[in-house]
């Protein structure tokens, strides 16, 4: 069952706007409060309206034990039906990428043009997002005060100083002052743990415009990925940014 989805949008509301709106879809652990300044740029540049939507477990969306790659294309479903948006653009990074392509290969007449970040349609997770998701569940928020001594605990165990911010990012405090994590660690952790390949055995295309960006430093999407890509998105472009990683 789809859930309702927390969104920011941003540019035209009521002047003139140039083409169907942007969807855009963060990645695991992450939120569209990560996209904020991006997205106000995005839509002053493109002249469009610019959706930024929590997925499900994330942000100010619900919490759910239930948690795929199909349910999530349904949530975008649903959040467009809602908002009368019969075609978009749609942007995924990395969780939201996987969101992004199922559902331009399951419903092309809605998706406009597909732009995906660093994440290729094969495989699942890693083994190091699974170790990073259980190093987060391991903390006892209720003996910490602040962000600082959270960060202390992971970075043993987590040694990208860049990373560790990031995901401290989904640490808020209670009405009482008390930290806690902004998303459902244990969906996640279910999700994970039962993920398969959506779209191993997928014989659809998505015929419509379509770039891969990926970072030269992350392994998500490689040279080996590239006949893959070709098979769903036959008009894929795939670029490389140079010295740029996933996160």
């Not at 890693?126 to 259980?134: E, F, L, S």
């Given at each position: 069952m789809a859930v309702k989805l927390a969104y920011s949008i941003y540019g035209a509301r009521t002047s003139a706007v140039c083409g169907p709106p942007l969807t855009v879809l963060h990645g695991?652990?992450?939120?569209?409060?990560?996209?904020?300044?991006?997205?106000?740029?995005?839509?002053?540049?493109?002249?469009?309206?610019?959706y930024v939507l929590d997925a499900r477990n994330h942000g100010d969306s619900p919490h759910s034990d239930q948690m795929s790659t199909e349910l999530m294309s349904e949530d975008v479903l649903e959040f467009w039906r809602a908002h009368s948006i019969n075609k978009s653009v749609l942007l995924g990074h990395s969780m939201g990428g996987r969101t992004a392509m199922f559902t331009s290969l399951q419903h092309p007449e809605l998706v406009d043009k597909l732009v995906v970040l660093d994440?290729?349609?094969?495989?699942?997770?890693?083994?190091?997002?699974?170790?990073?998701?259980?190093?987060?569940?391991?903390?006892?928020l209720?003996?910490?005060?602040?962000?600082?001594?959270?960060?202390?605990?992971?970075?043993?165990?987590?040694?990208d100083t860049v990373v560790r911010q990031f995901l401290l990012t989904n640490i808020v405090h209670t009405d009482a002052r008390q930290l806690e994590w902004k998303v459902s660690l244990n969906g996640i952790d279910k999700y994970l743990s039962e993920q398969t390949n959506p779209f191993q055995n997928l014989l659809k295309s998505?015929?419509?415009p379509t770039l891969f960006i990926a970072?030269?430093?992350?392994n998500y999407?490689?040279?080996?990925?590239?006949?893959?890509?070709?098979?769903?998105?036959?008009?894929?472009?795939?670029?490389?940014?140079?010295?740029?990683?996933?996160?």
């Open positions: 695991l652990l992450g939120s569209q409060r990560n996209w904020k300044s991006l997205a106000k740029q995005l839509a002053e540049q493109l002249g469009r309206k610019v994440v290729a349609p094969t495989g699942t997770s890693g083994a190091d997002t699974i170790r990073m998701v259980q190093v987060l569940k391991n903390v006892d209720t003996s910490v005060k602040d962000k600082y001594e959270v960060d202390d605990i992971i970075k043993e165990h987590i040694p998505f015929l419509g970072g030269s430093l992350s999407v490689t040279s080996w990925h590239v006949p893959e890509i070709k098979r769903l998105f036959p008009n894929a472009e795939i670029t490389w940014i140079q010295n740029a990683g996933h996160w």
